[in-house]
Every structure is written in C-alpha cells, then in structure tokens.
C-alpha cells in the first residue's frame, strides 16, 4: 500500500487520513471522527465502549468496520489506530446520534471527489494548499515561499534516488543539510520550537524556509553537476550544499545583529509577521500572540 499521510479539516477540527493510491481509497481516524461527532472528553474511550455493543448487537467483528493503520499519535510517534474507509465509515456514524453525522457525511464526499479531482489536475492540490494555509493564518507570502519550499525539496529527493539513495535513507541527508546551515539536527530544530508532531517546515518563518530552501537547491545543483552514486558520497553533497546556506545565513546575521533561527513555532508567530520581514527575525523581542494550533500535511514528509 503506497500511503501519503494527510490531516484534514472539518469545521476546524483535525482528522487524521491515510490515502492508498493503489485502491484509490481515504482511510480516516475512526477516533478523530468520534471525537468530532460526539464532543466526548474521552473518545477513544467512547469507541472501545462503541465496539463492543456493535459486536454484541451482531454487526460484525471490529475488524469487519474498521482496519488498523500507522498515523501520527500526540507523542509524534507513528503508533497504530483504528481507521475506516468511507463506507464502513458511514456504517459506524449510523451507530453514533449526532446532529453532525449529516454535515460529516456531505464532507467525507466532498473529501474524496477534491482527491479525485487533483489526480486529474495536480493544480487543483496547489490551490487546496494555498487555502488551507490562508485559512490558518499564514501571509501569502509565506505561503508562496512554502509552496515553492516542496517543489525543490521534490527535485533533492528525486536527485536521491536517481544517485541511487534509498527512501530510507532520505532522513539522514535531510539532517546532514539542516545540520549544516541551521546547526542542529531536524529533531533538535523541532525541539528548539517546541514541535512534536507538527510539521518542521509549516513552524518556520519565511527567512528559515529560504535558507532551508536554499540549502536543498544547492545539494540539488551539486548532484547534478557532479552526478554521485551512493549514499557516502551524496552525503558529501547534502553537507556542501548545507554549507552555502550556513554562509549565507551568517552573512545575514551579521548585518542583522541577531539569530535568524527562531525559536517560535506558527502558534507563536502568526499573526505578527504576515509581510513585514522585520518582525520575523527580530524574534527576541516578538511578543507572543495565541492562534490556533498549525495543521501539518504529513503527505511531503512525515518527520521533517
């Protein structure tokens, strides 16, 4: 099963999904949507209890209403839960009295004939993007510069493979070119914003997405030009092209007087950037404002 992780939004709630591009199928977090449907303080709780009466009434084993998948859990691990495909999804709202079931039905659809519709046309997933992140607070300009951030990091990963770099080693690089431009490891960058299962890049300010941006464009340029095989010597090129970013980052700070690695993830910082360049990296002295928590579309790149 090919897998592309994905949270989606329904009336500013998150739902965890996993779309299978083989069957052409969403999985969604039967946890989450019970969540959503009945308010419960425990919902993981309420489905246990939900189970149980769905077997004894004779509507199956759970197994029959629901598969087991791999998604991200609030400790940032990837843990296995209950998802459910939209039929069988529909079964169980049917079990669960909600004034919610109806408008959850009509997104559920709406759902599957957008992914449908952007297999068809890949603009249509570019513009769903640009919704989303509005819709969460980012400035257009950022939200360009995101945008054009998964277009080079794509063209890095497919200089990866083409050097022959295993998928699972493609973590490894990535933590060679941010530990080279930003000084820390992708894990230790989201601890510095305080990050857990969020997405790295949707917590960067727009001078982190550049250089970052500018570190994986340069690794790309270098494996073109030099074309290595294996991952030793592609190592060596992530490194280099992390260093054109470090030079330029430190020239950059030099001029500023102050870091430009910040510490504030989305939560802290919407709202006080959206186009002005100043307040995104004078961050030492940026009041903290409260928003809502940044949505991650683990579909790029789960970890990073």
Known sequence: ?????????????????VW??????????????????????????????????????????????????????????????????????????????????????????????????????????????MIDYKRLGYSDNWINQRLKSIEVRKLLTDEWKRGGVD????????????????????????????????????????????????AEASATELSRNENPKGFKANANVAKRGGTVARVARQQLEHQLGHSVVSPLNARQYLGTLPDNPASETAYLTSTEKTTRPIICDDSEDINK
Do not use: H
Not at 1 to 17: D, Y
Not at 27 to 50: A, C
Not at 53 to 64: L, M
């Open 1 to 17: 099963m090919t897998q592309k992780q994905a949270i989606q939004l329904f009336e500013e709630r998150k739902v965890r999904t």
């Open 20 to 129: 299978d591009d083989a069957s052409e199928t969403w999985y969604f977090s039967v946890i989450d949507v019970v969540g959503i449907l009945t308010d419960s303080p425990d919902p993981k709780r309420y489905w246990s209890v939900l189970k149980s009466r769905i077997k004894k009434e004779g509507g199956g084993e759970p197994t029959t209403i629901c598969s087991t998948l791999k998604m991200p859990a609030p400790d940032g691990k990837m843990r296995l839960t209950d998802v459910a495909d939209a039929q069988q999804l529909f079964r169980l709202i049917q079990s669960i009295p909600s004034p919610k079931a109806e408008p959850f039905k009509q997104w559920m659809a709406q759902i599957a004939s957008d992914r449908l519709d952007q297999m068809q046309d890949p603009e249509l997933s570019i513009e769903q993007a």
């Open 167 to 214: 998928g699972t080693q493609y973590a490894t690089l990535t933590d060679i070119i941010t530990m080279e431009w930003a000084g820390r490891t992708t894990k230790a960058y989201k601890r510095y914003k305080g990050l857990k299962k969020e997405n790295l890049r949707d917590n960067m300010t727009n001078v982190e997405l550049l250089l970052n941006s500018l």
